[in-house]
């Protein structure tokens, strides 16, 4: 029986996994430079959790959502996101005392789109949320975190930071009506897909990618003319800070977010290097979906990250160090074997053991595996209590014991 991996998945390992873990690492290290707590949330939750505060007309509740009846006939789905979940996890747990309250994860995600480079079905992201302020700095913050650890992980790629304001929810709600009016006027010039939309979702037809849509989007009313004067003079603010910190910006009138729960600030760091699945980090303010999902009525700002997309930018890390080999000659030098082997290891040396006993076969996996040294325990070298080390680069072969075998090898 040969089992396929499920369509949208992938395995991780040699270059990738390197990659991966080196993603993880610097966003750990930068979150706690930034003062942000580590939240692990389960895969699965109640599908409610996910329904309501992401919109029933976004695409992830109408297509994506990887949902099913538990034994119980609960409801459970897996996780198409990580703020929700975290906002529930600080409920559940009392972690909204304190104010602010930061936190990050990272994590698999499920949403079942059409796969393609750059999207998967189960994909992993990071998240970074602030709980509880409204102060213009923890929008800054945020979006700072973002821009540091994309900075550490990809020194030298163009990645253009796109920005805009949504305005309060009030605000968002008028310009959606008077969006779908618009658009109903001008059906005619408008593609089935977004057609579709123009009562349900209006915003996600300004970000579709069809040329037909073009012509009408770059026509139809734009949300900054709605928005108020204070909410502006904040988005000046904003963007003024921004560039204090050096960080360039693409202001982007049409970027609105997929996601029902956004307002005021949102953007994506983008590239055009990994084609049509280009932003690498979205994010925004989410004020009122912590009470939508039962806590306080306290603001929030946040952004996720995908692992994979960002991958898709690194260059292979450098291999670490080497590994030490063992060719042991014979079954029965086992106890000779394990002195060398207990004080490499307690040397912090990276030891491989094939079990091969047969010289020419360690010495072959050890140059495929291309090992630094090769340590040879034979009858002879059994017999005088030493061991033969081979330096694999150089060919240099030297008989030591466990008095200066670890010197020689550092
Ligand atoms: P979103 O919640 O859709 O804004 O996603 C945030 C980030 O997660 C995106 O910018 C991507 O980097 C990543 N992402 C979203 N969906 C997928 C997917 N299906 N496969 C891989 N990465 C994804």
Redesign the pocket.
């Known amino acids: 029986m040969k089992i396929k991996p499920i369509r949208g998945t992938h395995d991780l390992f040699g270059d990738e996994i390197k990659k991966f873990n080196k993603v993880v690492f610097e966003v750990k290290a930068n979150a706690r430079k930034f003062g942000f707590n580590e939240l692990i949330t389960p895969i699965f939750e109640s599908s409610e959790l996910f329904k309501k505060p992401l919109g029933e007309h976004s695409d992830v509740v109408l297509k994506e959502m990887y949902t099913f009846r538990d034994r119980n006939e609960d409801e459970i789905t897996l996780r198409p996101?990580y703020t929700t979940p975290m906002i529930r996890a600080a409920i559940s747990n009392g972690l909204l005392n304190n104010l602010p309250a930061k936190f990050f994860g990272t994590g698999q995600m499920f949403?079942r789109?059409r796969p393609q480079k750059?999207?998967?079905?189960q994909?992993n992201?990071i998240n970074f949320e602030n709980f509880g302020s409204d102060d213009f700095f923890a929008d800054i913050e945020i979006i700072n975190v973002a821009n540091t650890i994309l900075n550490k992980i990809l020194p030298n790629k163009k990645i253009t930071l796109h920005l805009n304001t949504l305005g309060s929810r009030e605000n968002l709600k008028n310009y959606k009506n008077i969006l779908s009016k618009f658009f109903n006027d001008n059906k005619n010039f408008l593609s089935s897909e977004s057609i579709d939309k123009i009562n349900s979702n209006p915003l996600r037809i300004l970000d579709s990618k069809n040329i037909e849509d073009k012509n009408i989007i770059e026509k139809s009313p734009k949300l900054i003319e709605l928005i108020s004067k204070s909410d502006l003079k904040l988005y000046e603010e904003i963007k003024n800070s921004l560039i204090d910190l050096n960080i360039s910006i693409y202001e982007d009138l049409n970027l609105v977010?997929?996601?029902d729960y956004y307002c005021h600030t949102v953007f994506?760091f983008k590239t055009d290097e990994i084609g049509s699945?280009d932003?690498?980090?979205?994010g925004g303010r989410y004020n009122g979906l912590i009470k939508t999902i039962g806590g306080k009525d306290i603001p929030g700002v946040g952004w996720?990250?995908?692992i994979?997309?960002i991958m898709l930018l690194m260059k292979n890390i450098k291999p670490e160090e080497k590994d030490i080999h063992l060719a042991i000659q014979e079954p029965t030098l086992k106890k000779h074997a394990l002195k060398i082997y207990d004080i490499l290891i307690k040397n912090n040396f990276n030891v491989y053991w094939n079990y091969k006993y047969n010289l020419k076969k360690s010495l072959s996996i050890a140059s495929e595996k291309n090992a630094e040294y090769i340590v040879i325990i034979g009858e002879k070298e059994n017999m005088n209590n030493n061991f033969s080390v081979k330096n694999l680069s150089t060919g240099e072969q030297k008989i030591l014991d466990l008095n200066n075998i670890i010197d020689y090898l550092k």
Do not use: M, P
Request: charged residues 40%.
């Open positions: 996101e949403r789109e750059g999207r998967y079905r994909f992201q977010r997929g996601l994506e699945q932003t690498l980090i979205g996720a990250g995908g994979e997309r």
